[in-house]
């Protein structure tokens, strides 16, 4: 299905039209019945005996109601711009015809009505002064028919005509995140809240839990139909009304978009790709406060633009700043207004993080699930910055089960690398250009200062210019490749060790020195770590020893790994002599007193070399 929409001015015989295409009357108002003017927006369905249909949504062509006529227009695929024969174009239809410019719609077809109110004279001139309104428009060059409800001259030509644009229309996405501007909210008795709109893309089904945003209530739906009928499931472009049990009226109202849950986050800020309208250029300010017509939402705001504000009609990159949050999607079209008046300034597309100029060529992606191209994009364009799935499904406008399907195919053929600690992906081409640059650095150091143990996380997220977080992940990501290793809590290449100077050797050697007639005596941790603090060298090689293990602590002790070895030596000698030793035996067999012996053999019980048994030792059998 596909939405066709009318504009044009007031009192050109817009609703009329519909009633004499479709048998329905789209002023469903009483008020618009007895006056005859369309206040609010109409709906009727046009099917045709091959299967093909369409949603018809009437706009009001007061001025009085743009905001009305904006907030259907939205979803138009198919501009009928109708003007009235005895008229020509006025006012709401240049505005009408300007608006429908910066939206969705793909055709256009010109509708001359009221045809039976001039002479045939004066045919050629009326049609030549609509073709004229129409230059520079989506209108520029379409199809016009000419009409009369009240005779029926042209009907079944414009029916054809209209046939024949819906057929040539590409279908709406299925595979997005389904997005549906709310434009109408009411209760049916027995059923409950009643919500209807235009599903812009992606698709809903009956049964489904969706949300409706920005006030982020759950939504789950009950019942779909379209005009009348019954549906299972809702395609985009389809014209729906949806059955939402367990939410009241007084609860939703238009603006809110029902919309596939995870996907949207609501946001005040939106870069969008400006493109003002001619008469507009005067009125723009590098601030100008705007009214932003979003989905079916009007929302006070502030364009804002760099370091110049434009001085032609062609697209420009700039911001609006919301009062309120919405949601969008990329390539999402939107109006803004002056706040007042209400004079159009132009319109608007959200921009999308993704181009597929960014990814490899698309013969490499033959293979690859849809969209995956996009996403490696993406990747590449965000370099180092980890992005979760939900954000990355968000920017490509993708469903996360076919946003999850592409990375999974990327990560396997090497162009993106998943992360831990949060799940993160970043392109592969920025995690090697990483690697390299902290590879480099790391032989520096390593060469530099060979006695340091390794470099800190805090060092690395320096060096990268990243977050500590990310420098985190990027290192555990780069450990399990087998490129770094960790010890004592710093990182360092797999195959350094530290090395010591000469000078460094002989304080350690004199500070750690040992009494032959005391062999397994240690040194005090504190001693040996105040006089080695008077150096930084000194004390970042400590940290290596320790590190290394070739020095021990044991407590408030240090020993070197050969005491401790010989002393494992003796224990076991002296055990092994009646299978088990007391605490007292074991401390004179190395010549210590208990304040040393204890925490000692307290270590060898923790690393499994000994087991207490009582106030026995045993060794640990293997």
Known sequence: MHIVGTAGHVDHGKSSLVLALTGHNPDRLIEEQERGMTLDLGFAPLRFPDGVEAGIIDVPGHERFLHNMLAGAV??????????????????THEHLQIVNYLNAQRAI???????????????????LAQAA????????????????????????????IHDALTALPPRRRDAPAFMPVDRVFALPGHGTIITGTLLQGTIRSGDTLVLQPSGLPARIRGLQTFGNTLAVAYGGTRVAVNLPGIEVSQVARGETLAAARQFEPQQELAIAFSPLASALPLLRRRTPIRAHIGSAEIPGTLRFGATVPTSTAAVQAQVTLARPTIAFPGMRLILRRMSPKDLLGGGIVRGDVSPADAGPPEEFAHAPSGTREIEALLQKTNLEPLGIEKIA???NMLIGNAQAAL???????????????????????????????????????????????????????????????????????QDDGRIASRAGTWHLPDFSPSLT???RAFFDNALALDPTTPFLPHSFTTLTQAAGRARDLSEALDALFAIGALLRI?????????????????????AKNGAATMAQLRDALGTSRKYSLPLMEYLDSTGFTIRDGDLRRLRGK
Not at 77 to 92: F, H, M, R, S, Y
Not at 111 to 128: F, N, P, W, Y
């Open 75 to 92: 979803g138009m695929d198919l501009l009928l711009l109708v003007i009235a024969a005895n008229e020509g174009p006025k006012q709401q």
């Open 110 to 128: 010109v509708v001359l009505t009221k045809i039976d109110l001039i002479q045939s004279a004066q045919r050629g001139a009326m049609e030549a």
């Open 134 to 161: 129409c230059r520079g428009t989506v209108a520029e060059g379409a199809p016009l028919v000419a009409v009369s409800v009240r005779t029926g001259e042209g009907l079944e030509a414009l029916k054809a005509a």
């Open 394 to 396: 968000a920017r490509a």
């Open 408 to 478: 999974a195919w990327l990560v396997e053929s090497g162009k993106a690398v998943e992360l831990q600690k949060p799940a993160a992906f970043v392109g592969a081409r920025s995690f090697e250009a990483a690697w390299q640059h902290l590879l480099n650095w790391l032989r520096g150091a390593h060469h530099d200062v060979p006695w340091k143990v390794g470099v800190s996380t805090k060092e690395v997220a320096a060096q990268l210019a990243v977050s500590q977080t990310l420098a985190s992940q990027c290192l555990h990501a780069w």
């Open 502 to 504: 000469r000078a460094q």
């Open 555 to 575: 407590g408030d002790d240090v020993y070197r790994r050969s005491q401790v070895e010989s002393a494992k030596t003796r224990i076991a000698g002296v055990i």
